[in-house]
């Protein structure tokens, strides 16, 4: 079947660490990739994709590359700002875009 | 603004009663999918549409579960016979026909007592 594992939060960085998260995939056919960013009070917005094995997906200072050996698609920046916090979803797209697949969410806050 | 809009933002319903949720895409785009988010649980997709075609409707969580886009612009979802189970944020997404990447509405928090 076809699913999305993210590292579990709640996370907590000082402001200017290196941020990771972890998110790990199963899918039937060839998924494309996605990092959503819900920010406090707002709806689900578009962070990040890749469509193909070795795609970089990048914006805001944030990366993510499509690894198909390892299945994943870690979301990762080299220093956070206290307006990163938010919940970030990882998530994946088969048969091209007919269907979606969330992970749970993990929470980031970012501290001064 | 030209973003995707879901009506209403609240709604609170006693259990047996039917409600029924607008998602208002953006205009250009002819992919539209709903999606059930409960509390520290990502979206769950429920059903799909391309343009006025319900593609995909295997994961509607049961036959209360309805969805509609008669003409291609707009859809409903219904729900029939509420349960307090169905508690949850019902979430609107759209996006355009060659690129995958969808853009979310604000979403309809459902509460039933």
């Known amino acids: 079947g076809n699913s999305v594992t993210q590292m579990e939060g709640p996370v907590t960085l000082s402001e200017e660490a290196f941020l990771t998260i972890n998110c790990t995939y199963t899918a039937t056919g060839y998924p494309s990739l996605f990092w959503y960013v819900q920010y406090p009070g707002e709806g689900l917005q578009l962070l990040l994709k890749?469509?193909?094995?070795?795609d970089k997906g990048s914006n805001k200072g944030f990366e993510a590359t499509y690894r198909k050996e390892t299945t994943s698609f870690h979301l990762e920046k080299g220093s956070v700002q206290v307006s990163d916090s938010a919940v970030y979803f990882c998530?994946?797209?088969?048969?091209?875009?007919?269907?979606?697949?969330f992970g749970t969410g993990t929470s980031l806050t970012v501290i001064p | 603004d030209t973003g995707v809009s879901q009506d209403p933002r609240h709604k609170i319903t006693k259990r047996g009663q039917n409600v029924t949720f607008r998602c208002d895409p953006i205009?250009?785009?002819?992919?539209l999918y709903w999606y059930r988010q409960t509390l520290g649980q990502g979206p769950e997709f429920l059903t799909y549409?391309?343009?006025?075609?319900?593609?995909?409707k295997s994961r509607l969580l049961s036959d209360r579960f309805s969805a509609e886009r008669p003409k291609g612009s707009f859809s409903t979802l219904e729900i029939q016979r509420t349960e307090q189970g169905d508690s949850a944020m019902y979430l609107c997404?759209?996006?355009?026909?060659?690129?995958?990447?969808?853009?979310f509405g604000p979403g309809t928090r459902l509460t039933v007592t």
């Open positions: 998530a994946l797209s088969v048969n091209t875009g007919n269907q979606f697949y």
């Open positions: 549409f391309q343009n006025e075609a319900q593609l995909e």
């Open positions: 205009s250009e785009h002819n992919r």
């Open positions: 890749a469509t193909k094995a070795d």
């Open positions: 997404a759209s996006s355009e026909r060659t690129v995958y990447e969808q853009y």
